[in-house]
C-alpha cells in the first residue's frame, strides 16, 4: 500500500531529474511535456488507488525509512512516508489537480519557446515531489523541509516569466514574505526538538511549550496560507502563467498552510489560546480579501483574493477545535478553485487580455468556458447541490458549535460578499455587452476543456464523499440543508447574487458603497506597510551598517597603517644625514647617560 | 695671594679668547683667537708648575695646529663670498646643551668630595716626566709615534689631488 | 701655596669645555668645527694636568702630552678631509654632504 | 601506504617541479597541478574510505621526529572532522585549478603560489603537532599575499567617514592595499596564536607539542582564562570574527577568482577549525567561560555580515559579507558547546566551503566576461549565460539555507545546539539572518541574471565553456548530494564530536564571574 503512495514522489522527482541533466530532452518541447504529463497522470492514479486502500483509523502505513540527521551516532530526523486517514486524502487532492493542470498547460503554453516549455515543466514536476514529500512526511523536519522546497517551486514558477522585471519582484517577494513567516515556523520546529528530543507531530509534557509551539508554527501557516498580514505576496504570484496560479496559488500550495495544522493536530489542540487566534484572523482574512476581491479588475487577482478568503475560512474552521470542517474545505475549494482558475486561463487564452473591463459577452463565444466558470462560481458561493455548499456550511456549523460568535458572523458576511463578486466577475466578464476583444475570441481547444471538465465534476460531486477525510464520521448530505447557519448562508449567498447581477447585470443600483471602498483597498494599506518596511527600515539600516563597517570598523583598521605612516616620516628627520643633527644627538645622548650615571652614582 | 690674581688673569685670558673662537664669524680670525687661548693655557700650564708641558703646548699646539688651520683655511677659501654666517638656525639648543655639560660637571665635582690641598711631594719636574715617560709608559710614547706617521700618510693620501693620467 | 683649589681649576676645564662644545654645535663651517674640538681638547688637558699637579704624580702630565699628541693627528686627518670635502662638494658647510654617496 | 602523507605533500612536490617546468609550456604546467590536485582529492577520498567511523578517534597516523629536544615531530593523524574537511579542501582545490584554466600571465607562479597554500591547509586539518600547525597555518595565510598583490584587481572606493583622512593616505582599494591589509591582520592573528601555542607547550612541561600530550597536562584555569581567548582572536581573525573580519571584504574582492575560491572556501575553515580543535578542545575551562562572549560575537557576526552583504553592490563584496556571515553561524555553533551545535559548525565549514567556491567561481566567469561587478549595472544575463545562472542560482539558495542542500543542514543543526544550549536568542538571530540572506541572495540573483536582456554594453556575454563546467558541476552537484544525504560526511563529523566535545563538557563548572 505503502508503496502505490510513493509513486507520486518518485515518478516525478525521476522526470525532473532526466529533464534538468538531459537539456536537449529538455528543449525539446513537447515530448518532455508528454513526460511529464504521464508521470503526473501515473501519480494521481497511485493516489487513487493509495487512497482507496488507507487505513481509514488505527496504525498508519509506514515505509522507506531512511535516517537523515544524526546526533551523537543516534539518529534524530528520518525521511519516510506515512500514509493515513489524513495524508491519504490530501494526496490525492494534490496529484488530482496536478495532474488536470499538467494537461490542460499542454494546451496553455504550447506557444511558449521549447527550452521554456521544458524548463516549465520540470519545475512542475519538482513541485509534485515536494508537495507529495510534504504531506506524506513523518516527522516535522521533514515536513519543514518539503514546506520550503515548495516555495522553492513556487519562486522558479512564479518567475517563469524571469525576463518580465514584474514577474521577477513578484518572485522575490513571495520568497521573502513566505520565509518572513518560516522564522517562526523553523524556531517552532527546532523548539519542538528541544522540548521532546524529536520531531514527532504529538507533544507530551506541559502545554506552555505546546502552545509556544503551536504559535510559531502558526507563523509559517499566516505566511504561506496567506493570512492577512502576510497575504500581500498572493496577488503579485499571479504573475506567473495561470496554470500555476491555479495549482499553486490556489489548490494546493496556500493550503499547505492548513494542512500544517491538520497534520500537527496534537500540538494545536494542546494550544487553546492558539485556536482561538485563529478563529480571529481565518475570519478577519476571509472579511477583507472578500473586500479587496470586490473591487479587483483584473480577473487573477479576484481569484488570488477569494482564495486568500477561503484560506481565511479554513483558518477560522480549524481554530474551532476540530480540524474536519477546515480540512474538508481545502479539498473542495481545491477543486473548484483551480477549476475557476483555469476557466480564467482559458478566458485570457481566449481575449489576452486580465482586465475584466475589456471582456463581456463571452457567454456566447466561449459558452463551455462560460458553463464551466458559472458552476465554479455557484460552489464558491456555495449553492446546495455543490460541494461549497456543504464545506462552507459545515464550517459555519463548527464556528457555531464552538460559540465563536464572532468569527460566526464575519465569515457569514465574508459568504455573502463571496457570491457578490464572483457573480460580478460572471457579469463582466461573460454576460452584458461583447466588448472588442471579446468579438475575435475563440473557444479553447479540447485539451483544455478536458481537465476543467474532470474538475469540475469533482467539485460538483466532492460534496457527497464526507466519509473519508480525517474521521470517520460519515454525515448525509441533506444533514445540511435544516441547519440555522446552512440557512443563513444560502439566503446570503442567493442575496449576494441578487444583488450583484443587479448591479452589474442590468446596470442599475449605482453606488452601493462599493468606490469608497475600492478607493481605500487600492491605496494597498498593508502592502505599503511592506514597501515601507523595507524601505524606511531595513534597507537603510543595511546601508547603515555597510557604512558603519566600511568606514568606521574598516576604519579603525586604516588608522593603524596611516599611523605607521606618518610615525615613519617623524623618525625620518631623526636620520638627516646632517652633521651637526647627528653631532647634537651624540651630545644629548652622552649628556643623558652621564647625567644618569652622575646622580645615580652619587645617591 | 699672587696666585689667585695670576689665575683668574690668565683663566680669564683664556675664556675671552675661547668665546671669541665661537663667536667670530671670519674664519681666519677664529684661528688667531684659537691660538690666543691656547697659549694662555700655556700660561696656565706654567701656573701648575708644569713648565715642560707649557712649553711643548706652545711649540706643538700654537706652532703645529694652528699654521696647518691657517693653511687649511686658506685652502678651501672658495673665492670672494662672504663668510657665511656662523651660526645655525638653533643656537638656542646648543647653548642649552653645552650649560647642561657645564653645570653636571660643576655638580660631580662639587659633590665628589676632593682633596682640596695638594698632595705631598709638590708638581712633578719635567726630570721625573721624563722617566715616567721612558719607564712604564715606554709602549704607549712608541705607538704614539706610530701614529703620528699613520695620521701623516692618511692625511696625504686623502687630499692629494689625483693625478689626471691615474 | 694657596692658590686656587683644585675646583677652581677643575670648573674652569669645564667651562671651556663648554664653550668648546658650544662651538662645535653652532659652527656650520667644518673648519670652525674642527677649532671647537680643539678647544674641547685643551679643556680636557687642562684638566688632567691640574690633576695631576693636585695629586702629585707625573702621569697628569704624560696623559696630557699624548693627548695633545693625538689631537695633532686628528686635527692632520681632519683637515685632510675637509680639503677632500671641498673639493668634491665645492663648498666647506657642514650640512652639504648628507647623501651616503659620495 | 601513508595516506595522509601523500595527500598533505602532493601538491607541495608539484609546486617545486613546477618550478623546473619552464614557464613558456602552459600545458604541462596545468596537467601537472590538474594531476597534483588529482592526488589530493584521490588521498581525502582515500582517507575517508579507509576511516572506520564505528572505531572513531584518531586513525591513520604517521609520526616522524622532527626535533626530539623541542618535542616537535611530523605526527599527522586525522579524526572525525579531518576526514570531512580533508574531503573539502581536496574538491575545493580541484575546482579552483579548473577554475583559472583560463588565466594567461604568469599562470606559473600562480599554480606555484596556489598549490603551496593548499598544501598549508591540508596540513593544518590533520597534524597533531601544534609546531607543525602552525608551521602549516603559516604556509597557507603567507601566499596570499602575493596571490592577491599580483594577479588582484583594484577597485574605485569614494574617501568618506570619521576616518577619511587615514583612507587618504592608503590607496584604499587598491589590490596592494587589499594584499597587505589581508596578510598583516592574520599575521598579527597568528602572532597571537603563537603565544598561546607557547602557553600551552610550557603548560605541558615543555616536553612535548603534541595536542595529545597536551590534553594531558591542560593549563590551570586562571591561564586558561587568558591563553583561550588569544587563542580565539588568533584563529578568529582568519575566520572573520567581528572586530577583526575588516580584511575579508577587500581581500575577496580584489582577490582572483581561484584564490577568493580557496581563501573563503578553505582558509575561513582553517580559523574556525583552529578555534574548536585548538582552542576549545586543549583549554576546555577557558572555552566553557569564554563560550557566551564567542557567541555573542558569532551573533553579530551573522548579523552584521547579512546586513554588511545587503548594502553592498558589488558582487564580490557581497560575498565576501555573506562569508563572514555564515561563518558567523560556524563559530555560533562552536560556542553552544552542544553536539549539535558542534556537528552543525563543522558541516557549515563544509557547506560554505563547497557554496563560497561555487559562488567566487561563478563570480569570476561573470566578471571575467562582462569585467563588471555592480549588480545594479548589470541585468538580464541568463539570456547570455544560462548554465551559470542556474547554478549561482542554486549556490545562492544553498547559502539562503534551502533544504535538499547542504546550507540548510549546517545551520538548522546550529539553530538546535543553540537552542538546546539554552541561548534562545542566538538562535533566533541565525534564523533572522538567514532570512536576510534571503532577501540579497535573491536580490542579487534578480538584478544579475534576470530582466529582458543584457544591457548593449555586455554584448559579448558567453556561458561557461569546457573546463569552467568542471568546477561548476563539481561543486553544485556536491552541495546537492550533501544536502540530500548529509549522512555522508555527518557521520565522520559526529564521530569526531563525540570524540572532542565531552572533553570540553567536563571541564564545565560554574562559570566564575568573568
Redesign the interface.
Known amino acids: 500500500m505503502i508503496e502505490l503512495a510513493m509513486v507520486p514522489v518518485f515518478l516525478p522527482l525521476a522526470t525532473f531529474g532526466v529533464l534538468a541533466v538531459l537539456w536537449p530532452l529538455r528543449h525539446s518541447g513537447m515530448p518532455a511535456a508528454w513526460l511529464s504529463v504521464a508521470s503526473a497522470l501515473a501519480s494521481c492514479v497511485a493516489a487513487i488507488l493509495a487512497w482507496t486502500g488507507a487505513p481509514v483509523a488505527g496504525e498508519p502505513a509506514q515505509g522507506m525509512v531512511f535516517?537523515?540527521?544524526?546526533?551523537?551516532?543516534k539518529t534524530i530526523a528520518e525521511v519516510g512516508f506515512r500514509l493515513d486517514a489524513i495524508s491519504a486524502p490530501m494526496l490525492v487532492v494534490v496529484t488530482f489537480v496536478a495532474a488536470c493542470v499538467q494537461v490542460y498547460s499542454l494546451g496553455y503554453m504550447a506557444h511558449e519557446p521549447r527550452p521554456a516549455l521544458g524548463r516549465y515543466f520540470a519545475w512542475h514536476s519538482l513541485f509534485i515531489v515536494a508537495m507529495s514529500g510534504m504531506v506524506l512526511a513523518p516527522n516535522m523536519?521533514q515536513f519543514?523541509?518539503?514546506w520550503?522546497?515548495v516555495g522553492?517551486c513556487s519562486?522558479l514558477l512564479i518567475?517563469f516569466y524571469?525576463?518580465k522585471?514584474s514577474a521577477?519582484?513578484a518572485?522575490?517577494k513571495a520568497?521573502?514574505v513566505t520565509?518572513?513567516a518560516?522564522?517562526g515556523l523553523?524556531?517552532g520546529v527546532?523548539?519542538l526538538?528541544?522540548t521532546t528530543g524529536g520531531f514527532a507531530f504529538e507533544m507530551t509534557g506541559d502545554s506552555g511549550a505546546a502552545t509556544l509551539v503551536a504559535a510559531l508554527l502558526f507563523c509559517g501557516v499566516m505566511g504561506k496560507s496567506a493570512q492577512v498580514p502576510l497575504h500581500v505576496w498572493l496577488p503579485d504570484a499571479m504573475e506567473g502563467p495561470t496554470p500555476v496560479s491555479a495549482l499553486l496559488h490556489a489548490a494546493t500550495m496556500v493550503a499547505a498552510g492548513v494542512f500544517l495544522v491538520v497534520r500537527a493536530w496534537p500540538i494545536f489542540e494542546a494550544a487553546p489560546p492558539v485556536l482561538t487566534a485563529m478563529t480571529w484572523i481565518g475570519a478577519v482574512t476571509a472579511l477583507v480579501a472578500a473586500c479587496t476581491a470586490l473591487v479587483q479588475h483584473d480577473i487573477k487577482k479576484v481569484l488570488a483574493y477569494s482564495t486568500c478568503s477561503q484560506l481565511g475560512y479554513m483558518v477560522a474552521a480549524l481554530g474551532t477545535g476540530s480540524f474536519f470542517g477546515g480540512y474538508f474545505h481545502l479539498t473542495t475549494h481545491a477543486f473548484f478553485k483551480a477549476l475557476l482558475f483555469l476557466a480564467a486561463g482559458s478566458v485570457i487564452h481566449a481575449v489576452g487580455t486580465n482586465d475584466l473591463r475589456e471582456m463581456g459577452g463571452l457567454a456566447k463565444k466561449t459558452k463551455l468556458t462560460a458553463g464551466l466558470f458559472i458552476l465554479g462560481a455557484l460552489a464558491l458561493a456555495g449553492v446546495p447541490p455543490l460541494s461549497g455548499f456543504f464545506s462552507k456550511d459545515l464550517v459555519l456549523e463548527e464556528l457555531l458549535h464552538a460559540h465563536a460568535y464572532g468569527p460566526l458572523l464575519i465569515c457569514l458576511a465574508a459568504a455573502g460578499l463571496t457570491a457578490f463578486y464572483m457573480t460580478r466577475v460572471v457579469c463582466m466578464a461573460f454576460l452584458g455587452p461583447a466588448s472588442a476583444r471579446s468579438l475575435e475570441a475563440h473557444e479553447s481547444p479540447p485539451v483544455m476543456l478536458l481537465p476543467m471538465g474532470a474538475l469540475a465534476l469533482t467539485a460538483a460531486v466532492a460534496g457527497f464523499t464526507t466519509g473519508r477525510f480525517g474521521n470517520d464520521v460519515a454525515l448525509a448530505p441533506w444533514h445540511f440543508a435544516v441547519t440555522a447557519p446552512g440557512v443563513a448562508a444560502l439566503l446570503l449567498a442567493l442575496g449576494g447574487i441578487a444583488l450583484a447581477y443587479m448591479k452589474y447585470g442590468q446596470g442599475k443600483l449605482a453606488g452601493l458603497g462599493v468606490p469608497a471602498l475600492a478607493a481605500f483597498i487600492r491605496s494597498g494599506p498593508v502592502d505599503g506597510l511592506f514597501v515601507r518596511g523595507w524601505q524606511q527600515g531595513?534597507?537603510p539600516?543595511?546601508?547603515?551598517?555597510?557604512?558603519v563597517?566600511?568606514?568606521?570598523?574598516?576604519?579603525?583598521?586604516?588608522?593603524f597603517?596611516?599611523a605607521a605612516?606618518?610615525g615613519s616620516e617623524r623618525m625620518r628627520v631623526l636620520q638627516?644625514?646632517?652633521?651637526?643633527d647627528a653631532?647634537?644627538l651624540l651630545?644629548?645622548g652622552a649628556?643623558v647617560v652621564?647625567?644618569w650615571g652622575?646622580i645615580g652614582g652619587?645617591r | 695671594m699672587t696666585a689667585w690674581i695670576l689665575f683668574v688673569l690668565v683663566a680669564f685670558g683664556t675664556l675671552v679668547s675661547a668665546v671669541m673662537v665661537v663667536r667670530t664669524a671670519d674664519l681666519v680670525r677664529a684661528v688667531l683667537w684659537l691660538a690666543a687661548s691656547l697659549v694662555a693655557t700655556a700660561g696656565l700650564y706654567a701656573l701648575l708648575d708644569a713648565g715642560f708641558l707649557a712649553a711643548m703646548q706652545l711649540l706643538l699646539y700654537t706652532g703645529g695646529i694652528i699654521t696647518l688651520m691657517l693653511f687649511a683655511v686658506m685652502l678651501v677659501r672658495r673665492g670672494p663670498e662672504a663668510p657665511t654666517a656662523g651660526l645655525?638656525a638653533n643656537p638656542g639648543?646648543?647653548l642649552t646643551?653645552s650649560l647642561?655639560?657645564f653645570g653636571?660637571v660643576a655638580?660631580?665635582v662639587a659633590?665628589a668630595g676632593l682633596p682640596t690641598e695638594p698632595g705631598a711631594g709638590g708638581s712633578p719636574s719635567a726630570k721625573l716626566l721624563g722617566q715616567v715617560l721612558l719607564g712604564p709608559l715606554a709602549l704607549p710614547f712608541e705607538a704614539l709615534s706610530v701614529l703620528l706617521l699613520a695620521a701623516m700618510v692618511g692625511a696625504i693620501a686623502l687630499a692629494r689631488r689625483k693625478d689626471p693620467e691615474e | 701655596m694657596n692658590g686656587p683649589p683644585l675646583e677652581a681649576w677643575l670648573a674652569l676645564s669645564a667651562a671651556l669645555f663648554a664653550v668648546g662644545?658650544f662651538g662645535?654645535?653652532t659652527r656650520?663651517n667644518l673648519v670652525a668645527?674642527l677649532l671647537g674640538v680643539e678647544l674641547m681638547a685643551n679643556a680636557a688637558n687642562l684638566n688632567m694636568v691640574a690633576l695631576g699637579h693636585f695629586r702629585g704624580t707625573p702621569f697628569g702630565q704624560a696623559a696630557a702630552l699624548f693627548s695633545i699628541a693625538l689631537t695633532v693627528a686628528e686635527v692632520v686627518v681632519g683637515l685632510a678631509i675637509v680639503v677632500l670635502l671641498a673639493r668634491t662638494h665645492k663648498s666647506v658647510d657642514?650640512?652639504a654632504?648628507?647623501?651616503?654617496q659620495g | 601506504m601513508p595516506w595522509l602523507s601523500i595527500t598533505v605533500l602532493a601538491p607541495l612536490l608539484a609546486a617545486a617541479i613546477l618550478l623546473l617546468v619552464p614557464s613558456s609550456s602552459r600545458g604541462t604546467t596545468r596537467v601537472l597541478s590538474a594531476a597534483a590536485s588529482l592526488v589530493s582529492l584521490w588521498g581525502a577520498i582515500e582517507v575517508s574510505l579507509a576511516y572506520n567511523l564505528h572505531e572513531g578517534g584518531l586513525q591513520l597516523r604517521e609520526t616522524l621526529p622532527l626535533v626530539p629536544s623541542l618535542g616537535i615531530n611530523w605526527d599527522l593523524a586525522v579524526d572525525g572532522w579531518g576526514v570531512s574537511l580533508l574531503l573539502l579542501t581536496g574538491l575545493i582545490l580541484f575546482a579552483g585549478v579548473f577554475a583559472t584554466w583560463t588565466l594567461d600571465d604568469r599562470d606559473k607562479d600562480f599554480y606555484i603560489l596556489l598549490l603551496t597554500l593548499v598544501a598549508g591547509v591540508l596540513g593544518v586539518f590533520v597534524s597533531l603537532d601544534l609546531f607543525v600547525f602552525f608551521l602549516f597555518y603559516e604556509i597557507a595565510v603567507l601566499p596570499m599575499y602575493l596571490l592577491i598583490g599580483i594577479w588582484g584587481s583594484t577597485k574605485k572606493?569614494e574617501i568618506?567617514?570619521?576616518?577619511?583622512?587615514?583612507?587618504r593616505?592608503?590607496d584604499?582599494g587598491g589590490r596592494e592595499y587589499a594584499a597587505?591589509?589581508l596578510t598583516l591582520?592574520l599575521l598579527i592573528g597568528s602572532a597571537f596564536i603563537l603565544v598561546g601555542i607557547f602557553a600551552l607547550y610550557q603548560g605541558g612541561g615543555a616536553r612535548d607539542f603534541g595536542m595529545l600530550h597536551l590534553a594531558e597536562h591542560p593549563l590551570s584555569r586562571e591561564a586558561q582564562l587568558w591563553v583561550f581567548p588569544a587563542l580565539w582572536l588568533g584563529f578568529g581573525s582568519l575566520a572573520g570574527v567581528f572586530?577583526f573580519h575588516?580584511?575579508s571584504?577587500?581581500g575577496h574582492a580584489s582577490a582572483p577568482t581561484a584564490v577568493s575560491m580557496l581563501h573563503a572556501g578553505v582558509l575561513m575553515k582553517l580559523g574556525a577549525f583552529g578555534v574548536m580543535r585548538v582552542g576549545m578542545v586543549l583549554c576546555p575551562e577557558g572555552a566553557v567561560a569564554w563560550a557566551p562572549i564567542v557567541g555573542a560575537v558569532a551573533v553579530i557576526n551573522v548579523v552584521?555580515g547579512a546586513?554588511?552583504a545587503?548594502?553592498?553592490t558589488d558582487l564580490k563584496y557581497v560575498i565576501a559579507?555573506s562569508s563572514v556571515s555564515h561563518m558567523g553561524v560556524v563559530m555560533l555553533g562552536a560556542a553552544t558547546l552542544d553536539?549539535?551545535g558542534w556537528?552543525g559548525a563543522v558541516f557549515q565549514m563544509f557547506a560554505h566551503g563547497l557554496m563560497t567556491g561555487l559562488f567566487f567561481a561563478l563570480v569570476g566567469l561573470v566578471y571575467g566576461r562582462a569585467h563588471d561587478r555592480e549588480i545594479f549595472r548589470m541585468g538580464?544575463f541568463?539570456?547570455a549565460m544560462p548554465g551559470v545562472a542556474v547554478f549561482f542560482t542554486l549556490a545562492g539558495?544553498s547559502s539562503?539555507g534551502?533544504?535538499?542542500f547542504a546550507g540548510?543542514?549546517a545551520e538548522?543543526?546550529v539553530?538546535?545546539g543553540a537552542?538546546?544550549s539554552g541561548n534562545v536568542v542566538w538562535?533566533?538571530a541565525g534564523?533572522?539572518g538567514a532570512?536576510?540572506t534571503?532577501?540579497?541572495v535573491?536580490?542579487a540573483v534578480?538584478a544579475i541574471?534576470?530582466?529582458?536582456?543584457p544591457p548593449e554594453r555586455y554584448h559579448h556575454l558567453s556561458d561557461a565553456k569546457g573546463t569552467e563546467w568542471v568546477a561548476l558541476v563539481l561543486l553544485g552537484g556536491c552541495l546537492i548530494v550533501f544536502g540530500c544525504w548529509?549522512?555522508l560526511v555527518?557521520?565522520a563529523i559526529?564521530v569526531g564530536?563525540?570524540m572532542h566535545l565531552p572533553v570540553v563538557l567536563q571541564a564545565v563548572k560554574p562559570e566564575l564571574a568573568l
Not at chain 4, 541574471?449 to 536582456?453: K, T
Open positions: 535516517d537523515w540527521l544524526v546526533h551523537d551516532g523536519l519543514l523541509a518539503c520550503e522546497l522553492l519562486y518567475g524571469w525576463d522585471p521577477g519582484r518572485a522575490v520568497v521573502w520565509r518572513f518560516d522564522i523553523m524556531s527546532v523548539l526538538y528541544v531595513l534597507r539600516l543595511a546601508g547603515v551598517v555597510g557604512w563597517d566600511r568606514y568606521v570598523v574598516d576604519g579603525a583598521v586604516n588608522l597603517g596611516w605612516l606618518v638627516s644625514g646632517k652633521l651637526r653631532t647634537y651630545v644629548m649628556l652621564v647625567a652622575a652619587v | 645655525i639648543r646648543a646643551a647642561a655639560v653636571l655638580f660631580t659633590e | 662644545l662645535v654645535l656650520k668645527i657642514a650640512d654632504p648628507s647623501e651616503m | 572606493i568618506k567617514g570619521p576616518f577619511a583622512f587615514a583612507l593616505r592608503l584604499v597587505m591589509k591582520m572586530p575588516t580584511w571584504p577587500d552584521y546586513l554588511g545587503m548594502s553592498q559579507y553536539t549539535d556537528n538580464g541568463a539570456k539558495l539562503l534551502m533544504p535538499g540548510f543542514i538548522f543543526l539553530f538546535l537552542w538546546r538562535a533566533l534564523i533572522v532570512w536576510v534571503a532577501v540579497y535573491l536580490r534578480r541574471f534576470w530582466g529582458e536582456g548529509p549522512r555527518l557521520d559526529d564530536t563525540s
